[in-house]
């Protein structure tokens, strides 16, 4: 009895000194904030006439340093033009840059690499670029898509193959690269039109996809002799890149893929002709009625998309009309 | 024009400090007389109470959006001909029409340059 009034003493004790530490510590946290609150409320004039070119920052102390390298990626992610350059320069000066990128090579924690990696590309740190093309190998996913990420604020024309090898290794998420990459905007380009004649079928097939995103209709020519490569997943892409920037001159080559040996080829030849408002509904609707699953139902939507009247005449006399009448029902709603 | 002084005044909204303090800074450092508020409900307040020349809001604000904002302020006779500019991060276009259609005069999307601010506000000045 007497061992257990103990052990009721002890865990009451030992509950009173966690509530005391846990105030303690929301104490030090709240006097941490106001102590930051104090030092932004003070220099922010003077981080903004730096940032209009009117001063120059004074001697900081260590802590003051951190706080306005904080308030200045704030100004980096919001704003664009000359104040940004003056960012730039600060933190290459203060030897902000160079500390950034010993953490993204060398510290042992994925998250402050990956902080590391954010901060760079808000600063707009343009020495960083090597640093960050770098990390777009590390072993961490958080810290490549923060490298990728960075990379695209910066602009990165140097980036643009590592990009491109990143996107065809699924290192970080297609759509960001694709942002990456639409940020270094037209630099970029040259790299990928080259790249289509990779000798490794996924960079063939990546850069398809990114002309799609970024290229023109100069690009239709390059894209369309992709429609005869070996690789079927280069043959698909470049069907669908073509349904972003094909010409009326590209609508019989893609007729003729709707007779292509894999389903995913034929799909999407047709999705494309669809896209390209391509008046050829009379080889669609064939694919609708002679092919199956997806290859049928992208060739009746394409069809319906094109011409809904003759997609529905067609439906009386097809010996298999799911797709098409789907395909109607789905252009009368839309 | 706010009763009194000769510079126009121009209203501020954005609930982030930094934002609304660079924009400041910016049109005073032009010549500007400038009023702010951190959030619509009070910007509304304050327009009505001071007529601003021009008001500048960011679009996503607690308590009252920047659209919402630019609507009530055409639905108010005192606030309907004050020129609004909607400045955000939101970049869609559809986000771009939604603020036409409340009734902004321009939108800037951010990263924005203070340059190309000033010469917008410039620009709405000048065209009333």
Redesign the interface.
């Known amino acids: 009895m007497e061992a257990f009034a103990v052990a009721v003493l002890a865990l009451a004790i030992a509950n009173i000194l966690m509530l005391i530490l846990l105030v303690l510590r929301r104490m030090r946290l709240a006097r941490d904030a106001r102590r930051r609150d104090e030092v932004e409320e003070r220099l922010r004039p003077r981080v903004l006439a730096f940032l209009e070119g009117d001063v120059l920052l004074p001697r900081l102390t260590p802590y003051e340093q951190e706080v306005v390298a904080d308030m200045l990626g704030v100004y980096g992610r919001m704003l664009r033009g000359p104040s940004v350059a003056r960012i730039a320069a600060y933190f290459e000066r203060s030897g902000i840059v160079e500390r950034e990128l010993d953490v993204l090579a060398h510290d042992r924690k994925p998250w402050r690499r990956a902080a590391a990696a954010h901060r760079l590309g808000d600063v707009h740190a343009r020495s960083s670029i090597p640093g960050l093309i770098g990390a777009l190998d590390d072993d961490s996913r958080e810290v490549r898509v923060a490298s990728v990420r960075s990379l695209g604020r910066l602009g990165a024309a140097d980036a643009v193959d590592p990009l491109l090898t990143a996107f065809a290794r699924a290192q970080a998420p297609e759509s960001l690269i694709g942002w990456a990459l639409l940020q270094i905007g037209t630099p970029a380009l040259p790299r990928l039109r080259a790249a289509l004649d990779s000798p490794e079928a996924e960079y063939r097939a990546s850069s398809l996809q990114l002309i799609g995103l970024l290229g023109d209709a100069s690009d239709g020519d390059a894209v369309e002799a992709r429609l005869r490569d070996s690789s079927a997943v280069v043959r698909a892409e470049a069907a669908r890149a073509l349904g972003r920037l094909g010409q009326p001159r590209h609508f019989a080559p893609l007729v003729e893929v709707l007779v292509d040996r894999v389903p995913a080829v034929r799909a999407a030849a047709a999705t494309a002709l669809g896209r390209l408002q391509a008046r050829v509904v009379a080889p669609l609707l064939e694919v609708a009625q002679r092919d199956q699953f997806d290859v049928a139902r992208a060739a009746a939507q394409a069809a319906a998309a094109l011409d809904v009247e003759a997609t529905a005449a067609a439906i009386a006399s097809s010996p298999n009309p799911d797709h098409l009448r789907e395909a109607v029902d789905l252009a009368l709603i839309t | 024009m706010s009763a009194g002084t000769s510079a126009p005044c121009i209203l501020v909204v954005d609930d ?1 400090v ?2 609304r ?2 924009v400041a ?2 049109l005073r ?1 032009s010549g500007y007389e400038v009023l702010e508020a951190p959030n619509g409900e009070d910007a509304l307040a304050l327009a009505l109470d001071r007529r601003p020349a021009l008001i500048i809001a960011d679009v996503m604000m607690p308590r009252l959006d920047g659209y919402e904002l630019t609507r009530r302020l055409r639905a108010e006779p005192a606030t309907q001909t004050i020129p609004v500019i909607l400045l955000t991060a939101r970049t869609q276009e559809a986000d771009v029409s939604q603020g036409f259609d409340a009734g902004a005069d321009d939108y800037l999307r ?7 601010l000033l010469q917008r506000v410039r620009a709405v000045l000048g065209r009333r």
């Open positions: 982030e930094d934002i303090e660079l800074y910016r450092r951010k990263p924005f340059n203070p340059d190309e």
